[in-house]
């Protein structure tokens, strides 16, 4: 089977930043669904296993779109690990859901160079971590979406903000710094960010847009997971009446993957979630 792979497709981003997009399929077959997916905090389009889980997905009949937010921190030069931490300051949870805007457009346009082979009619959302509770708030409000995923997603953002005495130096400084354990890198965020959600706080509340769905979602979570408590996957389960819990005993928050990821082979928690979200999708 041949997997055919595009890889950072520039695509105009809505506040002057491309938005750097790949694109997986297989050669050959019936018409596509489209899984479209989302990093999360901290993430790229790149990193550790995905690409990986982008060919397993083709060579089960996808079209498998993942891309880098504009913001997130890297470029189209170097979309891996984060050149460009000006930018990764001045990402907002509103940016990250203009360029998926940008991209369900794209994927719906007449323009879109993969129309001929894809099935509309199967459009699924996926995210994971940070990336997932965007997906949430994306598919609340969009209804060209059809079905939705989340990885270890978050279920509520407002939470996630440092409060008291920290959120006051924030707003003093006018920014904070977070160490990048992997690379090293003291990583900025403008108060700005925190000011963004206030703005847009009834949009950007998870629960709320979990509530509207009335799509199949597919909630994926490990129970082992120190990053977002598996306690967040319950909570969205509970809000959303149309979604199914998937999960994974003892499993992380990158589902045993690591960046880089040196083999050939995906963890068997993953594969375990590319068999299940492949069934999820396609009944």
Known sequence: MVIKKEKNISLPGLHGRPIPTDVFYAEGGENKPV?????????????????????????NGFLF?????AFNGGTLEEPIDFPDLDAFGENTYTKELDDLKVLIDWISSEDF???????LSRFTL???????GIVVVKAAE???IQKLISLAAVSDFGDRFPKGEE????????????????????MPH???????FKQNEER?????????????YLIVHGTKDPTVAVEDAHDLHEWSPNSELFLLEGSDHVFEAAHPWEQDELPPAMEKIIKKATEFVKK
Do not use: V
Request: charge should be positive; charged fraction near 30%.
């Open 167 to 186: 959120l006051e130096a924030w707003r003093q400084k006018g920014i904070s710094y977070i160490e990048n354990s992997r690379t090293k890198q003291k």
């Open 113 to 119: 160079p993969y129309s001929e082979i894809t099935d």
């Open 204 to 216: 950007l509340t998870i629960s709320s847009s979990a509530k509207k769905l009335n799509i199949p």
């Open 142 to 144: 969009d209804s060209r």
């Open 190 to 196: 403008l108060f700005d960010f925190y000011e963004d």
């Open 65 to 69: 779109i993942k891309f880098n937010f």
């Open 35 to 59: 899984l479209l997916f989302c990093h999360g905090y901290k993430g790229f389009k790149d990193w550790g296993a995905w690409n990986l889980m982008a060919e397993e997905f083709a060579k």
């Open 126 to 132: 996926m995210g994971h971590s940070r990336g997932g």
